[in-house]
T-cell receptor, first 118, second 112 residues
Framework: DTGVSQDPRHKITKRGQNVTFRCDPISEHNRLYWYRQTLGQGPEFLTYFQNEAQLEKSRLLSDRFSAERPKGSFSTLEIQRTEQGDSAMYLC????????????????FGPGTRLTVL | DAKTTQPNSMESNEEEPVHLPCNHSTISGTDYIHWYRQLPSQGPEYVIHGLTSNVNNRMASLAIAEDRKSSTLILHRATLRDAAVYYCILRDSDFGNEKLTFGTGTRLTIIP
């Protein structure tokens, strides 16, 4: 399978613990996005990378959230001191972008990591 | 990004055409209309996009009103696999690789 993969698929944690999610994009894609989705709502943009550079962060991304893409391939999203309000589905997507993009390049989404904070 | 309005839910019978409407009265001249859908327990997937002219691909057709204030996603022959939440998104770019701003979408139920 050459699609976007995310690990773990499910995570249950206690309030105050730190959690880290991983996203492996489609190999030739230079852009990687993180979104968060709560029940009954559409996904909300959190941040995106072009190669290893983090180009945009949403106001939703509080100081407790940090995302990295150190070698321009996989990415990690860490949430420190989790709160119950962090319970959501965390979605990763990838695409071609910038000078590598010719014409329309849609975003390809992974299956998501469902986080439950008790 | 300009705002879109979609019905919360729709139902359709299997093997019949489905017309999913989207209103975007504040659309600007450079906004493209994009559709993504999200199947149960999966991430969203791209369906189709367009600017002014009607568009067709293997998944669906996109009909855009002449004044561009509304559009309709057409599934020509719905199957059970088309049951999903459909999102209509406006973006000021043709390249599809900037952030997406999702609304709440239309939940489509297919009746066998």
């Amino acid at each position: 399978d050459t699609g976007v993969s995310q690990d773990p698929r499910h995570k249950i944690t206690k309030r105050g613990q730190n959690v880290t999610f991983r996203c492996d994009p489609i190999s030739e894609h230079n852009r990687l996005y993180w979104y968060r989705q709560t029940l009954g709502q559409g996904p909300e943009f959190l941040t995106y990378f072009q190669n290893e550079a983090q180009l945009e962060k949403s106001r939703l991304l509080s100081d407790r959230f940090s995302a990295e893409r150190p070698k321009g391939s996989f990415s990690t999203l860490e949430i420190q001191r989790t709160e119950q309000g962090d319970s959501a589905m965390y979605l990763c997507a990838s695409s071609l972008g910038g000078r590598q993009a010719k014409g329309y390049n849609e975003q390809f989404f992974g299956p998501g990591t469902r986080l439950t904070v008790l | 990004d300009a705002k879109t309005t979609q019905p919360n839910s729709m139902e359709s019978n299997e093997e019949e055409p489905v017309h999913l409407p989207c209103n975007h009265s504040t659309i600007s001249g450079t906004d493209y209309i994009h559709w993504y859908r999200q199947l149960p327990s999966q991430g969203p997937e791209y369906v189709i996009h367009g600017l002014t002219s009607n568009v067709n691909n293997r998944m669906a057709s996109l009909a855009i009103a002449e004044d561009r204030k509304s559009s309709t996603l057409i599934l020509h022959r719905a199957t059970l696999r088309d049951a999903a939440v459909y999102y209509c998104i406006l973006r000021d770019s043709d390249f599809g690789n900037e952030k997406l701003t999702f609304g709440t979408g239309t939940r489509l139920t297919i009746i066998p």
